[in-house]
């Protein structure tokens, strides 16, 4: 499975983006997929993940509320919507494939995207 995120660029504080996740191969629609970030110089932290049908989500705490994921298997997209955007939110963003589904930790992810830069500006 190749990922690649895009979508990222500069927006203000307050401000919404969506980044997206293009994935390849057929399977895609059995993996849990995952949005991780990592600031500047800080380690890489989970944000949120979906299950292979989207039927169940999870969110790290600092996102809740603001952030919302999506997928489309049709497409084998998914996608990570971010509202009310603020200076803490600048990271590299970075999606992650899990073939045994949904998970918090990046360790139970197989493949992974290049990441793509989100700069808030307060």
């Known amino acids: 499975v190749l990922l690649q995120a895009f979508g990222g660029g500069l927006v203000q504080a307050g401000g919404s983006l969506r980044l997206s996740c293009a994935a390849s191969?057929?399977?895609?629609?059995?993996?849990?997929m995952g949005w991780f970030r990592q600031a500047p110089g800080k380690e890489r932290e989970f944000v949120g993940t979906i299950t292979w049908s989207g039927g169940r989500l999870y969110y790290a705490d600092p996102v809740k509320g603001r952030f919302t994921i999506s997928r489309d298997n049709a497409k084998n997209t998914v996608y990570l919507q971010m509202n009310s955007l603020k200076a803490e939110d600048t990271a590299v963003y970075y999606c992650?494939?899990?073939?045994?589904?949904?998970?918090?930790?990046?360790?139970?992810?197989?493949?992974w995207g290049q990441g793509t830069l989100v700069t808030v500006s307060s």
């Open positions: 992650a494939a899990n073939p045994y589904g949904a998970s918090w930790s990046e360790r139970d992810y197989a493949y």
């Open positions: 191969g057929r399977i895609f629609s059995t993996y849990g």
